[in-house]
């Protein structure tokens, strides 16, 4: 069972940075997609950045220019930094994993970590 470990949360001020880190129990080499979501409070879901095999990147326009996705498979993680935060990045953050085998599509999932920015 393929585990993600999620680390790098916390509180921080506005205009503030925080790198997040998702590390994988396997090698990710194996994931064709991984990415983050977060989750403010009383809001939906939503997906902040991804990376797929190849390195093509994908970001919400809130966080364009501000976050970047990056992996190193060497390590098995993947890192989600973050600049120039702004009070509305306030949310939990949840790292994703997806593969397929044998032709079946699985989505794993990170335990969560918290970032607040705030002064």
Known sequence: QVQLVESGGGL???GGSLRLS??????ISSF???GWYRQAQGKQ???VASIVRGGSTNYADSV???FTISTDNTKNTVY???NSL????TAVYY???GRVVMGIHSTYWGQGTQVTVSS
């Open 45 to 47: 879901r939503e997906l």
């Open 64 to 66: 364009k220019g501000r």
């Open 32 to 34: 064709y997609t991984m």
């Open 86 to 89: 702004k009070p509305e990045d």
């Open 12 to 14: 921080v001020q506005p």
């Open 22 to 27: 998702c590390a994988a129990s396997g090698s």
């Open 80 to 82: 989600l930094q973050m």
């Open 95 to 97: 790292c994703y994993a």
